[in-house]
């Protein structure tokens, strides 16, 4: 028996078994719900309203989540939730997980081109009765005596198309050499391109530079499908746990989505992605780990190793990269099980790792990397700072999309707000909620335990204080959009765990805050916040401001600078040699410093 399920207002429909939930549904129809626990009915995001139909009985979890009056309104979890007739499902903009903004932008990279992959323009005589020597040999000997090479083995996918395509192309051909190894034959008139990727638990940036000169020629951000499986790396190793099929559906997703992106960036300069001659991934280490299909079971049980931390280079092919036949992927080093290759291209794009005063240098996201540089040491945490920053587990916290309120004041009581796309407001995402929690503590709305007091826009609903921000009234009878004492607690813990992770870092390190002199911000997340208000509410130490420094995708800059230059990533050898991993749980005064860290200002 099966029941038409109906997406709307997306628009996606199809039969399906009673024994489907809505979001299995909605995964199979491409409709991106957003699922942080991976579909166990305890992130409360996957919501969606039924609009007509029958569905199973609303379940213990689904009344944690809604309200009374939301449940009579027939709002419902995906993950919870059965047909039991045709169904006709409105999917909240709220629960969608993209369209979002993804953040390309980072440092300019400033390397001499040196990469690991040259091209050669050859053009050698047709065989003939007096010269009757194999194509393969005719052409390695070609290129060795014009440039003066050592060329000797060439890639077996490219061998095996190699004679024809010499044939078409009259003995004319571009060479590709990647030390001794022939890795792509193409026709004189292609270009030699690099594909650099940043691989993001939510986000994958991708960048299409000229390995020659050096110069990127174009960007993108696109969402990590593999977001269906889980918002954070723990959901995605426990989805790993509990099917085979789901492992290898994530690494094909993470795949799908690196083809995407070549396809895309290529097709933005009229070239293809067979011109990618070489590419390089980081990433954290989980995403590492699923991309290469390595096991990730032991990154999420105490001591978090990881499979394997050297660098790689491994062949596109194998991997599944639709780029030059025998191109290669190069992913950079890994330094624990929650210190990935990212860390390592941050610390190389940002230079910090050569500072010689003190240093510290954060990728705030899902996770949260920390690296404290003095005396020419790096001293490395990760904090689990979650994803509230990203809106999740934030009653009315969404990712940065149109409509999103990204900056807020409050002014004598008359709020301030800024929403993404100027469209009116649905929520608010990372910057906003950061701003929001800064101006209700220094309005003495918050106190120093985050307890929320009295103001005038402050309210006790269905048990529980709250402030509004925009009120129903302001949203033509809609919901109004509120912070609550929850929320609070939930942001509390977000930045309490990274300041715990600075904090650690100076203790380790026998470091005043104020001997800091600079504070390097990497990450989506860390670009568009207001740093005043991360220091409002002692996220990040206080220091002047002048001493802060917002990069952008620190990690996708390193990224390109290991594809264009061989020095840098040697450079990046030594960066994971040379640091220094803490492991924050086992530090004895681990507890001490979370408690105090959680207090706001
Ligand atoms: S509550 Fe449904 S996916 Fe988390």
Known sequence: MTYQIDFEPVGRRGNYPASQSLLEIARQLGVDLISICGGEGTCGRCKVKGLNGKASPITSAEREVFTPHELREGYRLACQTFPGSDIKVYVPPKSLSTPQRTQVEGLEIHARPNPLVYTYKIQSLPPSLSDPRADAARLLETLNQQYGLDCYSID??????????????????????????????????????????????????????????????????????????????????????????????????????????????????????????????????????????????QLA????????????????????????????????????????????????????????????????????????????????????????????????????AAGAIEHLRLVDDRLQYHTIAGTPPVGFCGSGILDTLAQLYLNGVLDKNGRMGEHARARTYEGQREFILISEEERDGAPAITITQHDVRQLQLAKGAIRTGIQALLQAKGHAEEEIKQVIIAGAFGSYIDVSSAVTIGMLPSLPLNRFRQVGNAAGTGARLALVSRNKRAEAQKIARRVRYIELASLPDFQRLFVQAMYLG
């Open 156 to 297: 077996f996918s490219v061998l095996r198309d190699l004679s024809p395509n010499l044939r078409a192309w009259n003995w004319r051909a571009r060479v590709s050499l990647r030390g001794g190894e022939l890795v792509a034959l193409s026709p004189q008139s292609s270009c030699q391109l690099g594909l650099a990727v940043d691989l993001g638990t939510t986000k994958v940036a991708g960048y299409l530079l000229d390995l020659q000169s050096g110069r990127t020629l174009a960007s993108k951000g696109i969402m990590n499908p593999q977001i269906a499986y889980g918002e954070d790396v723990i959901g995605r190793i426990a989805r790993t746990r509990e099917s085979l099929a789901d492992a290898k559906r994530m690494q094909e997703l993470a795949v799908e989505a690196l083809n995407q992106l070549a396809a895309e960036l290529c097709a933005e300069v009229n070239a293809i992605p067979q011109e990618i001659v070489e590419a390089v991934v980081v990433g954290n280490t989980a995403m590492h780990h699923l991309l290469l299909r390595l096991p990730v079971q």
């Open 301 to 400: 049980r105490a001591p978090y190793v990881p499979a394997v931390s050297d660098a790689l280079d491994v062949k596109a092919r194998d991997v599944g990269l639709d780029i030059a036949a025998g191109a290669y992927v190069h992913l950079l080093p890994n330094i624990a099980g929650f210190v990935g290759s990212d860390h390592v291209a941050m610390l190389l794009a940002t230079e910090a790792w050569k500072a010689k005063e003190v240093v510290l240098a954060l990728d705030i996201g899902t996770n949260t990397e920390i690296a404290l540089v003095s005396k020419g040491e790096i001293a490395s945490v990760s904090c689990a700072s979650g994803p509230a920053f990203e809106g999740a587990h934030i009653k009315h916290g969404m990712r940065a």
